[in-house]
């Protein structure tokens, strides 16, 4: 069977480095210009990583798990690579387009293809006011922190902190409270993927918060702005049968 042009890329993890020296010594590297699919061995994180270094290429990412969850990842074998890559089924991801604005001016622009979240920074709850398509909805949440998640993102820190789980074709996201003490019983809301949303912290000096794009933080912000960018398009490619629908699907079901 043939085999699309493959490049390897691996995570720091011991295990993960001596497979990638398995794989490019099993199958040819063809570099990263000249490849067609990108194989990626690490974990979630590594996955993550990888998606926003191959950004813009329009390579789709084969991952194989060597972390913690890999929810985002496929067992890993050595075996049957090109069987594996021919029957792979794709998932098409957008990310959120976050623009940060610190306390002292500077604007920081970031791209996440989980969540962008909102994070205190010292003993202090934070004080974020929420702005959705221009109309105030929160004036003011007193909390740990928010967080605005894509459907991709949907099963990991939005789970973790009671967030709805979202089908990875759903034209929605997730805008969901950390450890929320005003309004205590608000618990988030589903908002169109169209929504603009913004985040305005209030007593920033005194209550600093942090914001986060994936792994790309922004400490001290007084404002947040986040939107999908439906312009940016990433393809991550999972084993038959084991498609990440089925994934998040197979989530809500377990105890």
Known sequence: ??????HFVASDVADAQVALETMRARYEDAGPDAADVIVALGGDGFMLQTLHKFLGTKKPIYGMNFGSVGFLMNEFSEDRLGERLAVAEPAHIHPLRMKAVTTSGETRNALAFNEVSLLRETRQAAKIRIV??????????????????????STAYNLSAHGPILPIDAALLALTPISAFRPRRWHGALLSHRARTRFEILEPRKRPVSA??????VRNVASIDVAEDRSIAMTML????H????????????D
């Open 212 to 217: 986060v794009a994936d792994d790309e933080e």
């Open 238 to 241: 999972f084993d038959a049968g």
């Open 132 to 153: 959705v398509d221009e109309k105030t909805r929160i004036a003011e949440l007193i909390c740990d922190g928010v967080l605005i998640s894509t459907p991709a993102g």
């Open 243 to 254: 498609s990440l629908d089925e994934r998040i699907l197979a989530e809500q079901f377990v």
């Open 1 to 6: 069977m043939a085999i699309p042009a493959l």
